[in-house]
């Protein structure tokens, strides 16, 4: 390959050797370095018989070598684990880069320790961006939905690279352009990256999907649960359900892939469906949990995304619930309905939950862009999760067109797209609910997303017992309807502990 390089890669896991394959693919020079020696060389053997573009591709077994090679301003990107590994990474790249230069974290680090390396290294006039990246191993190879932060001056050099390698979309109708191959990447379209804004916005907004993919997933397993349960489909009748939703308002990738997991056989004995022999116990990296935190943190209302995470950590105390199911015993429900009005009813309440999830993911990114002195664009975030990424849908065209009504909008359910869907759909949902609980099938992201629709629509609700209630506990004071927002005012309330006179 000529030097120097276009760019430069730590960390040859799987994510890493797909992202460098994708960055070849586009005619990019690209130098690459892992902390082993032996793991990179191996791999570089075998990419050099399989990939048409590994020639451009350069390994290196000493870092200062491997930094030497990189045209300047360098850019480097670090994939590795979250925490220590990158700033031990980056420790090591201190004494070898310049200033100008770009380090880029493609990890899924916490936004927090984002915004910290950022202006740590800003003051050595080094620059760092934190990006999301989103796909799994195919969307790095060819095609991921990219989420950058970092600084406008580091964005201008990062730009022609993210650009290229980002998963596209028409840019009429927002859907994927597909074809990716190997030496063939697709052109044209609108790239599925943008400038997210500075310091950990990037990671907050990739922290802030993947909490809407733990919302999405959870639905998703709470619809294959009820028509499970309810109507007691085989998985290739399920199958088919999600295949027709998936041509429909419905249409996603997680969808999709859910169509083809529900056909599938299983590989160790062809006479049973894959789903059939899976353990029901849900494993979870992270994120889910800090979305939820986050929101927590900044006392903005998430509760689909929490419940979703909270679903994978009852799933996982698997024997503990094995237990409990022969003490506990539900109501015995038996549904006599006709099937093809609960299959829709249940698409609905789907639908319905997944709206409110989205706009809990949107307002938290809403809240956060108050807290740390962000300017996010709303619709350019829908747009980018168009493709490449776990939660790309058609769906996510609808967002990106009501922020384009409204660049302002306090909440989705506001929009007149989103609260005519919800209307119409409505009936169907509570249905569904309602059957849910009736026959004691969990499904608390449905249950959830109604609670928070129902709170949020309410002008009125009970935390005024509440704050009468701490009032008198702990003389936290009370507002009054009364009286302008902002004005405190406490009871001289009775000791609760000293008996009182009958009345």
Not at 73 to 99: H, T
Not at 133 to 146: K, W
Not at 189 to 202: K, L, N, Y
Not at 411 to 436: G, M
């Amino acid at each position: 390959m000529t030097t120097p390089a276009d760019i430069g890669l730590i960390g040859l896991a799987v994510m890493g050797q797909n992202l460098v394959l994708n960055m070849a693919d586009h005619g990019f020079n690209v130098a690459v370095y892992n902390r082993t020696t032996a793991h990179m060389e191996e791999w570089l053997a075998k990419v050099r018989k399989e990939e048409p573009s590994s020639d451009r591709v350069t390994g290196y077994a000493e870092l200062r070598d491997f930094v030497a090679a990189i045209k300047k301003p360098r850019m480097i990107v670090i994939l590795v684990k979250a925490g220590k590994p990158v700033d031990q990474v980056v420790e090591q790249l201190l004494p070898l880069v310049e200033k100008g230069d770009i380090i880029i974290d493609g990890g899924n680090s916490q936004w927090t320790d984002t915004i910290r390396r950022e202006k740590d290294l800003a003051a050595r006039g080094i620059n760092f961006v934190g990006s999301g990246v989103s796909g799994g191993e195919e969307g790095a190879r060819f095609g991921p939905s990219l989420m950058p932060g970092g600084s406008q001056e580091a964005w201008k050099s990062l730009k022609p690279v993210w650009e290229a390698i980002a998963a596209k979309v028409d840019a009429k109708t927002g859907k994927p352009l597909e074809g990716s191959a190997p030496g063939k990447p697709v052109t044209g379209g609108v790239s599925c990256t943008t400038h997210i804004g500075p310091d950990g916005a990037g990671h907050y907004v990739k922290m802030v999907h993947n909490g809407i993919e733990y919302g999405d997933m959870q639905m998703i397993c709470e619809a294959y649960y009820l028509l499970k349960n309810l109507l007691g489909l085989t998985p290739p009748q399920m199958s088919k359900v999600f295949q027709g939703w998936n041509g429909g308002d419905l249409d996603s990738f997680l969808i999709q892939i859910t169509a083809d997991i529900l056909q599938q056989k299983d590989p160790q004995n062809p006479r049973k469906f894959f789903v059939d022999v899976v353990l029901d116990a849900a494993g979870q990296k992270g994120t889910g949990k800090w979305t939820s935190v986050s929101a927590l943190d900044m006392g903005t209302p998430a509760p689909t995304i929490a419940e979703a995470v909270f679903a994978r950590c009852l799933s996982a105390i698997k024997e503990e619930r094995v237990a409990a199911s022969k003490l506990l015993k539900g109501p015995k429900f038996n549904f006599r309905g006709a099937r093809q009005p609960l299959v829709e009813a249940i698409r609905d309440a789907l639908y319905c939950s997944k709206i409110c999830s989205y706009a809990q993911g949107f307002q938290l990114m809403r809240q956060a862009q108050a807290e740390y002195h962000w300017k996010l664009n709303f619709g350019e975030i829908a747009m980018i999760w168009r493709g490449g990424c776990i939660i790309r849908a058609r769906f996510l065209q609808k967002i990106k067109d009501a922020y384009d009504r409204n660049p302002d909008l306090a909440n989705l359910l506001l929009d007149p797209y989103f609260k005519k869907q919800i209307q119409k759909a409505e009936a169907n949902w509570r249905k569904v609910v309602a059957l849910a609980a009736q026959a004691g099938v969990a499904a608390p992201a449905f249950m959830s997303a109604l609670a928070y629709y129902d709170g949020y629509r309410s002008a009125v609700l009970p935390a005024n017992l509440l704050q009468g209630q701490r009032d008198y506990f702990g003389a936290h004071t009370y507002e009054r309807v009364d009286a302008p927002r902002g004005r405190f005012f406490h009871v001289d309330w009775p000791d609760p502990q000293r008996p009182q006179l009958p009345i």
